[in-house]
């Protein structure tokens, strides 16, 4: 995935064919120029026959190349799809609601009169969720790759990876039930006014969720730091800990920041956690324990009530779902620019 | 310039050492705290749901009353849907994985669809699921059926497949095809022969692990049928259509306890089919892998 090329094979294969070309060509011309030998020309026959079947496979190969090429352009033609849908429908929104209502406005009334449609409430309630979320998987999720990368025995890696990706591999609304129907009871005991729907236990769970992605990016990138910079420290009196956290987390550092960033687009693009325990009330707050609506909450909500296709409030889903996409691209782009850019050589 | 003495090269040895075995500590119950996240998940799940694991719940349709609810229709759903998903996701995925690895150039485009895919892996399900509503459902007039939902699906899985399967395609060693080469072969043969058949098993844990991914989407299925009562199997791609994790949803977000208690049984289920997913990606890994070993 942060590979920047592709392998180069040892030899070109396309100059290999090239040599071989050249190699077969000059064979032939010599041969010509020998008539007399005549049992290189019953050999010369079948090499024809060859060359026939050669052009046909060559053809087949190429309609292949063709097909290949195609299913390559499957991605790009639908990040396109992507923009264009979206923009389409939002262009309609947009000449309704001028720029700067919708991304000033503290109000987000889409559907009650008076309406008002100021998109910083979803947005407010998504940073929020995502904030609480990475507030707990940042520090636990390093402390785990740390500990994976530099303290564990094999043996106990090859039981905890597993488990982290089982972990990574639970469905999304699986984490909404258990948001709802057991961390907000627990919650509730320690803020007796708290809602069931709010922000803090949906938070916290996404901050599990996320766990796993923190935890197995961040050990990646520790396990690519050479082991010489470990035995340099260890030979200059450092303990352990001091060498991972003064010399093998900055040395990762790039690819520990990716994951931080990485784990926050997620937080942004999560839906089903946030619809089911977050609530549906767009509120801009910086209280964890009120009822807030997400950006991808708002879209399931509206989604779900059929609204009817063309009028305002279905546009308001792909003006809102366009800042969501605009969003996660720009924390994907600046986490992969991060490890490229500052990615250390060794 | 400090002068070390001898006996005392560093005297606060002692407190370094027990800060570090702190700091273990500190690491060991980070690790708890998520292995714990998972355990209590499991636990509540099991504890709530089982009671209510029966044959009614997979052999009868959506019911008002919960003693009488359900899940024919989402399963049976979420099998067309796994089945129309990697229909049209294997053979596109690894395409342009063959693609990529074996025949690209190393030019603009090429740099660009590498960028392009990786950044469609963080594209969030629900954008998917506005593309499918959009692209499929209205534009293409296929309504809100199970070709709609196999096909947003398909695009949402395609950075998986793709991904897993360079890496696969990358693992086969260069002396296979040199020698495949040297025997005479063309590109074409050297991927259909050697590459992709030492690829296979790599290629078959990523296509399941993707199929077990697009299983678990509830957001862009959502966004494709909305929620519906469905009381009858689906019995062609273009039929309307529910599946598990959208029958979840609708449980949970229900007052009523039982209803709730249903979703556990339901997210039983949901979780049982992965896990035998999942397993029987490791087992053909483990099988393929012994093969091509002998």
């Given amino acids: ?346 | 310039m400090q002068r070390i003495t001898g006996g005392s090269f560093d005297p606060r040895l002692a407190f370094r050492k027990s800060v570090g075995t702190g700091f273990v500590g500190l690491f060991l119950l980070a690790l708890c705290i998520g292995l714990a996240g998972l355990i209590i998940l499991i636990i509540q799940v099991l504890i709530e749901g089982i009671p209510w694991l029966s044959w009614t719940l997979l052999s009868s349709y959506q019911s008002r009353f919960p003693e009488q609810a359900g899940l024919l229709a989402p399963v049976i759903g979420s099998l067309w849907l796994m089945a129309l998903t990697a229909a049209f996701t294997v053979p596109v995925g690894v395409g342009a994985a063959v693609y990529l690895e074996e025949y690209a150039p190393k030019n603009r485009l090429t740099q660009i669809i590498e960028i392009n895919i990786s950044n469609l892996a963080g594209v969030p399900s629900i954008v998917y699921g506005l593309l499918g509503l959009a692209v499929f459902v209205q534009w293409m007039a296929m309504g809100r059926s199970l070709l709609a939902g196999g096909l947003t699906l398909s695009l949402l899985v395609l950075p998986i497949v793709i991904l897993t399967s360079r890496e696969a395609i990358r693992a086969v060693p260069q002396s296979y095809r040199q020698g495949a080469y040297a025997l005479g072969s063309t590109q074409w043969e050297v991927t259909k022969k050697i590459v992709l058949p030492a690829a296979f098993p790599g290629i078959l844990t990523g296509v399941i692990l993707a199929m077990s991914r697009a299983v678990g989407e509830a957001a862009p299925i959502l966004a494709i049928t909305a929620l519906v009562y469905v009381t009858f199997v689906p019995s062609n791609p273009l039929d309307r259509f529910t599946i598990l994790p959208l029958q979840i949803f609708d449980w949970v977000g229900r007052p009523q306890e039982d209803f709730q208690a249903l979703a556990a049984a339901g997210i039983i289920i949901l979780l049982g089919l992965l896990l035998s997913m999942n397993a029987l990606a490791i087992f053909l890994r483990n099988k393929y892998q012994k093969r091509s070993e002998e």
């Fill in chain 1, 1 to 346: 995935m942060r590979r920047g090329g592709i392998v180069a094979p040892l030899i070109s294969f396309k100059e290999l064919g090239k040599a071989h070309k050249a190699f077969i060509m000059k064979r032939t011309t010599a041969e010509t120029g020998e008539p007399t030998i005549s049992s290189k020309a019953e050999t010369r026959a079948p090499t024809r026959v060859k060359d026939k079947r050669r052009r046909r496979r060559d053809l087949e190969g190429n309609a292949v190349r063709y097909l290949f090429f195609l299913c390559a352009l499957v991605s790009i033609v639908t990040t396109v799809g992507i923009v264009v849908s979206l923009l389409s429908q939002a262009v309609g929104f947009f000449q309704e609601v001028p720029f700067w209502e919708f991304f000033f406005g503290t109000r987000w009334t889409p559907i009650l009169k008076p309406n008002s449609y100021g998109v910083l409430p979803l947005v407010g309630g998504t940073l929020l969720v995502a904030g609480l979320a990475l507030a707990v998987a940042i520090p636990v999720g390093l402390a785990i790759a740390i500990f994976l990368a530099e303290y564990a025995p094999d043996k106990m890696r090859r039981v905890i990876k597993p488990a982290l990706e089982v972990l990574a591999g639970i469905p999304t609304v699986v984490y909404g039930y258990f948001a709802l129907t057991w961390v907000s009871p627990q919650l509730q005991n320690i803020f007796p006014n708290m809602l069931i729907f709010n922000a803090l236990s949906a938070g916290v769970v996404m901050g599990i969720m996320v766990i796993p992605m923190v935890s197995s990016l961040s050990e990646d990138a520790m396990l690519a730091v050479p082991r010489s910079l470990r035995e340099g420290a260890y030979a200059l009196g450092a303990t352990k800990l001091e060498v991972s956290l003064k010399v093998v987390v900055p040395a990762a550092l790039s690819g520990i920041v990716a994951a931080f960033i990485l784990a926050l687009s997620r937080a942004i693009g999560e839906t089903m956690l946030v619809t089911i325990a977050a609530g549906a009330t767009p509120n801009l707050t910086w209280n964890p324990t009120e009822s807030i609506q997400a950006m991808t909450a708002y879209i399931v909500q509206l989604a779900l009530g059929e609204a009817p296709h063309g009028s305002i409030e279905y546009q308001t889903i792909f003006a809102v779902a366009i800042l969501l996409f605009a969003l996660t691209l720009t924390a994907n782009m600046v986490g992969h620019w991060f490890v490229r850019r500052w990615q250390e050589k060794y």
